[in-house]
């Protein structure tokens, strides 16, 4: 049996960030509910859609260790109607988690975690750190230009690309393209291609942000073909792991390098955004 107690306004706040990824339909029940992990450096709450996954950690006090599965949307329901003024306390045992907020008590039933996917990258992967709202800017100033039907696979999604000291991010959707670009302190060259869907993650997890001086600290690596992003702020820490697409079109890259060979201001300058239409 294990014992959570934390401040409901905490548990609102990590468990609203890791319910969008929670789908509406899943293929597996496991794919719509959100895992407890309960180890020795802390509670984190995890949701993953095989495509897009979200890992936050809970500041809170707890008993035991462990992992439990409760449905996503179930529990956030649940937990978007209790007061965000007091604290909360759950328990668990084999067969349900018991929530218990001022006066009101709830009972739900949890789900083997077995089966939960596990997605991980090695420390080896190549990574880069850059400011969340440096992150989310740039985000924002090219999304809107990606290809918003799912069919359309290289794209719908934004390229990432890494070299000669900048990060650039392209979209387009065949008929207009974006482009932002930020110098960073990276000699590794790199290219991948993140969906609409992460991209739209990441964003919000750059944006929740707020003013606060966080470093996004993003991870590659091709042979597993995933992309994980974290962001820590003090005890506020968040992960978030993405499969990467099958390429990047061909159009896109021919569009991004050809926006990349106009004359470049001196390094003293800021390094804007800009945007073309094809």
């Avoid at 306004?9 to 719509?32: F, R």
């Avoid at 975690?113 to 997605?119: A, G, L, N």
Wanted: charged fraction near 30%.
């Amino acid at each position: 049996m294990a014992r959570i107690a934390v401040d409901m306004q905490e548990l609102v706040n990590k468990v609203t960030v890791v319910s969008k990824v929670v789908p509406s339909k899943v293929i597996k029940p496991i794919l719509g509910c959100v895992l407890f992990d309960l180890t020795e450096d802390g509670v984190f709450l995890l949701a993953f859609d095989l495509e897009t996954g979200v890992k936050a950690k809970l500041n809170c006090e707890y008993e035991g260790f462990g992992r439990f599965a409760v449905d996503g949307k179930v529990f956030y329901e649940v937990v978007k109607t209790l007061p965000t003024d007091v604290g909360a306390s759950l328990e668990v045992t084999p067969a349900s988690l018991s929530i218990e907020c001022g006066k009101s008590k709830f009972k739900l039933s949890v789900v083997d975690p077995s089966d939960f996917p596990e997605v991980s990258l090695s420390e080896s992967s190549l990574s880069f750190e850059i400011d969340a709202n440096v992150l989310h800017k740039m985000i924002e100033k090219v999304i809107f230009c990606a290809a918003t039907d799912e069919f359309m696979r290289n794209l719908n999604g934004v390229y990432w690309e890494l070299g000669n000291g900048f990060l650039r991010l392209v979209a387009s959707d065949g008929f207009r393209l974006a482009l932002a670009e930020e110098r960073l302190e990276i000699q590794d060259e790199m290219g991948f291609l993140l969906s609409l869907k992460s991209m739209k993650e990441l964003m919000s997890v750059a944006e929740s942000c707020g003013e606060k001086k966080t470093q996004v600290r993003v991870r590659w690596q091709a042979r597993r073909n995933h992309r994980d992003g974290r962001g820590n702020t003090g005890q506020d820490r968040r992960s978030g792991i993405s499969r990467l697409q099958e390429g990047p079109s061909q159009g896109v890259q021919n569009q991004g390098r050809g926006v990349d060979e106009r004359p470049r201001r001196s390094s003293e300058e800021d390094h804007g955004d800009s945007q073309e239409g094809q």
